[in-house]
């Protein structure tokens, strides 16, 4: 069974730092690209940032140089530290796995983070 459990999320002041994590498990963690998105109430899922297994990374234009996505293959874990956060990155962030292999895209439950003073 796969899952994929966010954690971090939560309520930070504007300028301030969270760091998310998702913890793999049912997966080959390497043969996935990991990544985090988000939706905003009213809005469409956006990505915000993805990292292969051999560590190439891409990122939204509206979180370059503020946020980085990171990985750990051996504890299965993808990481997200945001940083310098405005209201704006407000949403509730999705961790997510895309198998290069196929099999479709999986999806964990969500963390709200909310900036807001």
């Known amino acids: 069974q796969v899952q994929l459990v966010e954690s971090g999320g939560g309520l930070v002041q504007p300028g301030g730092s969270l760091r998310l994590s998702c913890v793999a498990s049912?997966?080959?963690?390497?043969?996935?690209?990991m990544g985090w998105y988000r939706q905003a109430p009213g809005k469409e899922r956006e990505l915000v940032a993805t990292i292969t297994n051999g560590g190439d990374r891409n990122y939204a234009d509206s979180v370059k140089g503020r946020f980085a996505i990171s990985r750990d293959n051996v504890r299965n874990t993808v990481y997200l530290q945001m940083n310098s956060l405005n209201p704006n990155d407000t949403a509730v962030y999705y961790c997510s796995a895309a198998n290069r292999y196929g099999g479709g895209t999986r999806w964990g439950q969500g963390t709200q983070v909310t900036v807001s003073s």
């Open positions: 049912g997966i080959i963690f390497s043969w996935n690209t």
